[in-house]
Nanobody, 125 residues
Framework: QVQLVESGGGLVQAGGSLRLSCAASGRTFSSLRMAWFRQTPGKEREFVAS????????TYADSVKGRFAISSGNARNTVYLQMNSLKSEDTAVYYC??????????????????WGQGTQVTVSS
């Protein structure tokens, strides 16, 4: 079992920045795919970014490319999402997810085994 706990959400003005953190605990793996998804009411959960904690390769949704950056901590049990130049359309509940077997496709919520409880990000215009 892997437990994921997100933090760092909040209210920010458009153009501002926030950094989300996701702390993983429980069973350890030499490499995981960790990802951030987001969801607004009435919509499906949307892929934001992913990172391989083993090799460090990253992928991003087109909507956040150039504005968001995903990274992992030195201990590989924490993943961050640095969000810059925030827009009102970035408002959502952001979820951290872990895929222990590198399922495909990486942008599908169904590929991930474990989820955090979510953290609200609100961008005011």
């Amino acid at each position: 079992q892997v437990q994921l706990v997100e933090s760092g959400g909040g209210l920010v003005q458009a153009g501002g920045s926030l950094r989300l953190s996701c702390a993983a605990s429980g069973r350890t793996f030499s490499s995981l795919r960790m990802a951030w998804f987001r969801q607004t009411p009435g919509k499906e959960r949307e892929f934001v970014a992913s990172i391989s904690t083993g090799g460090g390769s990253t992928t991003y949704a087109d909507s956040v490319k150039g504005r968001f950056a995903i990274s992992s901590g030195n201990a590989r049990n924490t993943v961050y999402l640095q969000m810059n130049s925030l827009k009102s359309e970035d408002t959502a509940v952001y979820y951290c997810a872990a895929d222990t077997v590198y399922s495909v496709p990486y942008y599908s919520p169904g590929a991930y085994d474990y989820w955090g409880q979510g953290t609200q990000v609100t961008v005011s215009s």
